[in-house]
């Protein structure tokens, strides 16, 4: 090791002589930074000379640290800090450096595996582009420990410690608005648009300073968190907008360039903030010059991610949820000289630990909604009847108030929070807060977007219920005739859902016309006055659905107050006015939110919970609708049915029946009909009975093929499924019948509820087929790209994947990007009619075989032999076609491995309670061209 470090030394003064005589003559924006420890460099050099690393790292004792380049000394920092701290636990280390370049990293990753190396503690290449690296270590039998930035995948890595960034950009945005005097133009540098953390500052800026009309964003440009980049973009922008006012960027690096430029450009009165607490930063502001920063707790990421490390590595298990999120703090001049490296200049102790009390505190919107004002009162009662003391408390939708409201429950001791939230995003900082000090919150109605730091998300199933109410609409409207919809506030991740469920239903409907969309913001007041007017341009309409009963009773009004009692009006929640409307004929109907159930589910999960620090079920629970009409309103007040009807005894499914239900996509697809066949012939292998049963992508075939599995008692169902979205609920219910699901090929969007969830790499594949179609097209010429379905995650994810490889060659010019919806007919109907615009076209790319091969018809029915046609898959067909010398190529998807595995994990869940591996598991592809097609059959290599 002594040997290592001096020889690091050397290289160091090296590339400092080298570096000072470079500097002569840098511009303002390249100013070199403060001179970093000496073992920062070291490392930033060990990968670049790999002769010198030393034979003793391939030992079993070595932790490797794997970071972007040190250039920026918030990854210079976070490398020192993890090495430091792994060292001083006995560790040997190996500091690496990706670039930001994902095939990079994934060598680096090469490395590590072949170095034997304990674990891998990263701050990564692509939130995307990084899952590969990243499973194929697990493989491997090496954890990795993100920092920083996150993966798009979960179950994967055994921590993921970030920094809250919505929290700090929102912070710091205050504090912009508040400089700039709440008016002015002003300017945006964001990062990289490959990184998540861009999109995520970005976003919590704009959530702040748009609310202020007098504010003018005058540029949004990225610099890609780069100095230089910040000093070119900004001395660009300055020319064309002279009497800018402020420069609000995603990092520290970018913020120091912009001001260069500004400054030599004589303009020391433009206010300019960063985002990261660089060393370099607080330097800058402590001389006057940059406004302030957002601090992100790099010292305590590291040491963290390093010190669950060493705790995985010695007992196998964390004892510490996944993704986990610190908050950041907002350094001005006023606090600024106190911070370096990334943290306080001297550790602040630890706040003393609120006395305990018996106190649960209920958190939710404002009661004059009475949705909300009968969950509070719901709540408080169980509670009570329990025992506990209650403090019921208002948010008003405010995220910072909601903050407020969480520091109170803390700093009052609280045992447990019941929280309908303020925001999806908005509202993490403050449950993670809560969970640091040790009060478990218990989320109902409304969810985050991030699992593992509440206990329990105990919410309506909205799709189902929007999807139920739209079916009435419909059937009212008679199938046809002009209609409104009233949406909800945006920020509410339930309008969105509500507003799919209505859609995926009302659009399958040609004479239903939608004349206006608009959100009335959940708000009764401006339901009458968006309604107002709406008819006032729309005098025909025949209906309104809403989101909400709030906005479905003001926009009644709004219709009988102009003498329209003839439109049909249609809410959401069941509130007793609503109820009311409807029994005296005036609202048309409305789902109904079993809120009665979600409030007493929390608080009796909570009582559970504080007495034995578990509630034996998942995190995430859904419950489902209930359509109210003029037929049954009558029955149902608070949310609930008037009279307690005793729970129907459901009849136990049989046991031991031995039945595995196998439930797709159409056999039609071969991709489909393979799954199907080996997944049945592994289960009948294994002594079950099965039932192979089709969806044909129809959501609610696929909830009837659910129904039919739990009614003949299966043991496990093996899925692929029939929508991301939409499939939640049907395996939910699965769940909730004791039915382990184990999903094929597709996943779904919640976690916690299948038990397994099995996917090609598809973002693999797709690079690999990408970068094969960019070798054969020779980097030029006119392409076109054939999607699948939108409602499968698996079409974008393709699609992304081929353009982060195509997009690189300015010589490729995509012509036509169009969806043939999995479908081969669709695929050559697409390809004739794109090829009669386009007759110079020279490849195709498609998201699967079957377009593929329906391209290529088309293509050599117009006697076009000579364009390069790939599609993805692996299919037999397919594969037919590639030794034929018609198609070029394929991505061929594991189907019979994935199959298998879901056969033999259900096995084992069935006969032992558990699978031993994580839900989300990922299978890496294989490209196939005429050099290795005829090898594969079935989906699998020939035997």
């Known amino acids: 090791m002594k040997s290592r470090k001096w020889l690091n030394l050397l290289i160091v003064l090296l590339i400092a002589v080298m570096a000072l005589a470079a500097c002569g003559g840098s511009t303002p924006a390249e100013t070199p930074t403060e001179a970093a420890p000496v073992q920062e460099e070291a490392a930033t050099a060990v990968p670049d000379t790999p002769a010198e690393t030393p034979a003793e790292t391939a030992s079993s004792n070595l932790i490797v640290v794997i970071t972007p380049s040190h250039d920026n000394p918030f990854f210079g920092a976070m490398a020192d800090i993890a090495v430091a701290k792994a060292e001083e636990l006995g560790y040997e280390t190996l500091s690496l450096v990706h670039d930001d370049d994902a095939n990079k990293q994934d060598e680096l990753f090469d490395t590590a595996i072949a170095q034997g190396a304990l674990a891998i503690i990263l701050d990564n290449a692509g939130a995307d582009a990084s899952v590969a690296a990243v499973q194929k270590a697990a493989d491997a039998g090496i954890p990795t420990f993100l920092v920083d930035r996150e993966i798009t995948q979960e179950g994967i890595a055994i921590a993921q410690i970030v920094s809250n960034n919505y929290q700090g950009a929102t912070l710091l945005a205050e504090y912009f ?77 970018m913020a120091l360039g912009a001001q260069a430029a500004l400054l ?27 406004d302030a920063t957002a601090l992100q707790p790099v010292a305590e990421m590291a040491t963290q991610a390093v010190i669950q490390a060493d705790q995985y590595i010695k007992t196998g298990s964390t004892d510490l949820p996944e993704k986990q999120s610190i908050d950041m703090v907002l350094l001005t001049p006023e606090n600024a000289g106190n911070y370096e490296r990334f943290a306080p200049k001297a550790g602040a102790s630890e706040a003393a630990a609120p006395a305990g009390s018996n106190l649960i505190v209920v958190i939710t919107p404002s009661h004059d909604n009475p949705f909300f004002g009968a969950m509070a009162d719901i709540a408080v009662a169980k509670a009570e009847e329990l025992g506990y003391d209650t403090l019921s408390l208002v948010h008003d939708d405010d995220a910072n108030k909601q903050d407020e409201l969480f520091d109170t ?23 993670q807060k809560a969970a640091d000090a040790g009060i478990p919150t218990f989320l109902v109605d409304r969810e985050i977007t991030q699992d593992g730091i ?34 909800g506030k945006d920020s509410d991740t339930n309008a969105h859902v509500r507003s799919q469920g209505y859609h995926d239903v009302i659009d399958a409907y040609p004479d239903m016309e939608m004349v206006a969309q608009q959100t009335a913001n959940w708000s009764q007041t401006e339901g009458f006055d968006v309604m107002e007017t709406i008819l006032q341009a729309n005098p025909d309409i025949k209906g309104v659905i809403a989101g909400n009963d709030t906005m479905a009773l003001g926009a009644q009004a709004a ?20 109820i009311a409307s409807i029994v005296a004929g005036e609202l048309d109907a409305t789902a109904l939110q079993p809120v009665a159930e979600m409030a007493t589910q929390a608080v009796l999960q909570a009582d559970a919970y504080i007495k034995s620090g578990s509630t034996d079920l998942p995190e995430k629970q ?23 009807a005793a729970e129907a005894e459901a009849a136990a499914p049989a046991t031991g029946s031995g039945l595995i239900v196998v439930i797709t996509p159409s056999h039609d697809n071969p991709f489909f009909g393979a799954m199907a066949d080996i997944a049945v012939a592994k289960a009948e292998e294994l002594g079950y009975e099965t039932l192979s049963l089709v969806h044909d992508d129809d959501a609610n075939k696929q909830d009837e093929l659910f129904d039919t599995a739990i009614a003949q008692g299966a043991l496990a169902i093996i899925l692929d499924n029939a929508g991301a979205d939409a499939s939640i609920a049907a395996v939910q219910k699965a769940a909730d019948a004791g039915i382990p699901t184990f999903l094929v090929d597709r996943e779904i969007t919640q976690d916690g509820i299948a038990a397994a969830q099995i996917v090609s790499n598809n973002y693999q594949g797709a690079t690999l087929l990408a970068e094969y179609f960019v070798e054969q097209m020779g980097e030029e010429g006119q392409y076109v790209e054939l999607t699948g379905k939108d409602s499968d ?23 036509a990007q169009q969806t043939a919806n999995w479908s081969q007919t669709e695929g050559f109907d697409v390809m004739e009619t794109i090829l009669q615009a386009n007759p110079n076209i020279k490849g195709v790319i498609a998201g699967n075989d079957t377009m593929a091969l ?16 790939m599609g993805f898959d692996g299919s037999d067909d397919a594969i037919a076609s590639i030794v034929a010398g018609e198609l070029e190529a394929t991505a061929l998807q594991p189907v019979a491995e994935m199959a298998t595995q879901a056969v033999l994990q259900a096995h084992q869940y069935i006969t032992t309670g558990s699978t031993g591996k994580p839900e989300k598991q990922s299978i890496d592809m294989v490209l196939l061209t005429p050099d290795n097609a005829g090898d594969y059959e079935r989906f699998a290599p020939k035997q």
């Open 177 to 253: 608005v508040q400089q700039m005097g709440e008016e002015g133009k002003y300017v945006e540098l964001t990062g990289k648009d490959s990184d998540t953390n861009a999109h995520v500052r970005s976003q919590g800026y704009h959530d702040v300073i748009d609310a202020y009309p007098d504010l003018e964003m005058v540029a949004q440009q990225t610099a890609n968190w780069s100095q230089t980049e910040g000093f070119d973009v900004m001395e660009t922008i300055l020319q064309a907008n002279p009497d800018i006012k402020g420069v609000i960027a995603g990092n520290d690096t």
């Open 264 to 290: 030599a450009a004589g303009r020391d009165d433009v206010i300019v903030m960063g985002f990261d607490g660089s060393d370099d930063a607080i330097a800058s502001i402590v001389a006057g010059e940059l």
């Open 409 to 431: 429950a803390i700093a009052q001791g609280a045992l447990a929070i019941i929280l309908d939230n303020a925001g999806a995003d908005a509202s993490i900082a403050a449950v």
């Open 454 to 487: 509440a206990i329990a998300q105990i919410v309506s199933n909205n799709y189902q219920g929007a999807t139920l109410l739209a079916e009435y609409f419909v059937e009212q409207m008679g199938e046809e005739g002009q209609y409104v919809e009233l949406t």
């Open 559 to 578: 219709l009988l107050a102009a003498g329209r009692d003839d439109v049909i009006v249609m809410g959401f929640d069941g509130s007793d006015d609503a």
């Open 622 to 644: 859904s419950i489902d609708m209930v359509l109210l009409t003029p037929e049954n309103a009558g029955n149902y007040e608070r949310f609930a049915p008037k009279a307690g």
């Open 793 to 815: 995650t698996n079409a974008h994810v393709r699609s992304q994947g081929y353009h982060d490889v195509i997009d690189e060659y300015p010589d490729l010019e995509m012509v």
């Open 854 to 869: 329906g391209a290529q018809a088309a293509l050599l029915a117009a006697g076009r032999d000579d364009v390069i046609v």
